[in-house]
Structure formats: structure tokens, C-alpha cells
């Protein structure tokens, strides 16, 4: 009864929210179109996307712009979802943010390692960081070295993490990219147990080591593919959290000679039980249809809970995702159907 009490409120608003995500027969209208001002004007007639997308001036439409218009919608749904929560809900998003900062971070580190010319464009997200964050906009944006990014994160929880791995040896971008998410996945695991209880508990553990066993086993099939690392190169680039999966099974998959015997030993794992992993599926694929299953799962099974929100908060990210690319295919005119196997995901 008190879950039910707590809950009530917000998940009225996010069945209203999930409803007006973009259907499946609307991105099918989408993947057929010409171009992506054609794409942006059916936007804005027929989605939530309008809100912030209408005001965008003619010439300024490009992917770019468009990207930012979409997470600007991303953090909008965030703040919706927090003014509707109680206390508890709040303290689970506020370790959910953990993950757009991250994702704000490694967009720094990438701009300063890479040499790029463009000044930072980070002032559409500096209300919502100033309003939720630990990081600070003013400061990330005056960066220009990765010195500077690392030191105008300091006061911030990411700082320690970043210095030692700067101060120890000459680290690429991918070097930070690995800590951070190394750091946000251990942090998240660690914390769980400071803010949720009981089923909530048991919710997020579920959900976050799938999550982790599936990016690890994405981790591992891209490296034997496209790398050919040797095992301990591997390891070491794993999320060091074991879940479900045993360490004699993690270690097959590592150390299979070939991308035949490493899907034999994915085979044998809980979610080869119960997802298809037909040839028609790319790892990728096989990670967002496990995510979604799971998350519809326990959302079904405990609607007035944390899953609710979890499960919003990934259909919207997966709907950017989708929604990215299908606005990148219709630019370079490939044809819908080849556009629906780049989109992959589920459809809500």
C-alpha cells in the first residue's frame, strides 16, 4: 500500500508521457521521407519533439542542432519526472544523473583531445546542470585542454578518477572513456544500497547487471571481431562486477579462439534461455531487446516502483537513438528498409 501511496502520482504522468512517444507507424512515415527538414516538420506536427523543435530556425536545421533540440527533450521529460516525485524517487534520479554527466564529460575530454575547432556548445544544457548537477557548465566551457577539463571537474565526485589516470601515465581518449565508465558502473553498484530497499533493491540489481553482463559481453564480441585483443587485454577492459554470469562462463567467452566458439559459450548463458539470438541478431540488437524485455518485465510485474521510471527514461533515450539515425539515413538517402535494420531496437 505505501509503494502504491508513493507511486501513484508518477506513474498517472508517465503512462500520459509514454503514450505520446513516437509510434511505430510514425517512424515508418519517417524513414520514407526526403529529407530532414521534411523530418523536423513532421516532427513538430505530430510529437511532443514540436515543443522545442519549432523555434529552430530554418537554416539552422542540421543534425547537430537537431541533436541538441533532442536531448534538450530528454532532460525536459527528467524534469518533469523529478517535480512529480516524492523524496525516494528523487534520490534514485539523482543516481540516474550520474550517467548525463558522464556522457557530458566524455563530450569535453572528446573536444579537447581531438583538436576540434569548434567551441563548446554547452549552453543548452546549463540550466539543467545548474539545476541538478554536481558539474558546472561555466566552468566546462572555458576548457581548452584536457588539464582544464580535469581541473574544472574538481569538487566533483569524477575528479580523483580523472587525476590519477592523468598523473599516471600519457592517456588516450579511450583511456578516459574506459575509467569513467569503469567509474560510473562501480559507483552505481556501490550506492544502490544507500538509497533503495527491499524490492527496489532487488529491481535495480536486476536491472543494472543485465545491463553490465550485456556491455561486457558486447565489450568482448567487439574485440575479438574488430581488434583481435588477446585475452588480458580483454579483461581489462571489463566492468569488474560479476552478476548471473559465472567466472568460468565469463572466462570461455574471453578466451574462445574464434567468434564461433565465443557465441557457443554465450549460448549457455541465462539470457540465450530466454531472448532469440537467431543469426539475424547483432550484439548490438541482443542488448537493446534484452534491456527492453527486462525493463517491460518489471515495470508489468511492479508498476508502482522505481521500474516505472527506469523503464520511461530508457524507451525515451532509445527513442533519440532511434530517431538520430533514422534522421542521419533519410539525409544520405538510404532506403527504408535498409534504414530499419540501422535503427534496430525495439519499437514502441
Excluded at 34 to 63: C, F, K, N, W
Excluded at 144 to 165: A, F
Excluded at 293 to 314: Q, V
Aim: aromatic share 14%.
Amino acid at each position: 500500500m505505501g509503494n502504491l501511496l508513493a507511486y501513484s502520482g508518477i506513474v498517472t504522468k508517465l503512462r500520459a508521457m509514454e503514450a505520446k512517444l513516437i509510434k511505430k507507424e510514425q517512424f515508418d512515415e519517417i524513414m520514407a521521407m526526403g529529407s530532414v527538414p521534411e523530418v523536423v516538420a513532421y516532427l513538430v506536427q505530430h510529437s511532443t519533439y514540436g515543443q522545442v523543435l519549432e523555434t529552430m530556425d530554418p537554416s539552422l536545421i542540421h543534425r547537430g542542432n537537431i541533436e541538441k533540440m533532442l536531448v534538450l527533450s530528454l532532460y525536459r521529460d527528467y524534469m518533469k519526472i523529478y517535480r512529480f516525485s516524492g523524496m525516494e524517487q528523487r534520490k534514485f534520479l539523482k543516481l540516474y544523473l550520474k550517467k548525463y554527466e558522464v556522457e557530458l564529460i566524455n563530450y569535453c575530454l572528446r573536444i579537447v583531445i581531438n583538436h576540434y575547432k569548434e567551441p563548446f556548445d554547452l549552453n543548452y544544457k546549463k540550466d539543467f546542470f545548474d539545476r541538478y548537477s554536481q558539474i558546472s557548465i561555466e566552468k566546462l566551457i572555458h576548457s581548452r585542454t584536457t588539464d582544464e577539463v580535469i581541473e574544472n571537474l574538481k569538487g566533483t565526485e569524477y575528479y580523483r578518477t580523472l587525476k590519477m589516470l592523468r598523473d599516471g601515465k600519457a592517456a588516450t581518449l579511450f583511456d578516459y572513456d574506459l575509467a569513467l565508465n569503469l567509474y560510473y558502473f562501480t559507483a552505481m553498484w556501490k550506492e544502490k544500497k544507500k538509497i533503495l530497499k527491499k524490492k527496489e533493491l532487488e529491481i535495480f540489481t536486476r536491472d543494472y547487471g543485465a545491463q553490465i553482463n550485456m556491455l561486457n559481453i558486447e565489450w568482448i564480441y567487439r574485440s575479438k571481431k574488430y581488434f583481435s585483443l588477446p585475452p588480458a587485454d580483454i579483461y581489462s577492459l571489463l566492468i569488474p562486477i560479476q552478476y548471473k554470469i559465472s567466472t568460468e562462463l565469463m572466462k570461455e567467452m574471453v578466451e574462445a579462439p574464434s567468434l564461433e566458439e565465443f557465441w557457443k559459450a554465450l549460448q549457455k548463458t541465462s539470457y540465450a534461455r530466454h531472448y532469440d539470438f537467431g543469426k539475424e541478431l547483432t550484439v548490438d540488437k541482443i542488448y537493446a531487446d534484452c534491456l527492453y524485455h527486462l525493463y517491460m518485465a518489471d515495470r508489468r510485474r511492479n508498476p508502482y516502483s522505481i521500474a516505472s521510471i527506469n523503464t520511461y527514461l530508457f524507451l525515451k533515450e532509445e527513442e533519440l537513438r532511434k530517431l538520430t539515425t533514422v534522421m542521419e539515413s533519410v539525409r544520405y538517402g538510404v532506403a527504408p528498409d535498409e534504414i530499419a535494420v540501422y535503427a534496430g531496437g525495439k519499437k514502441t
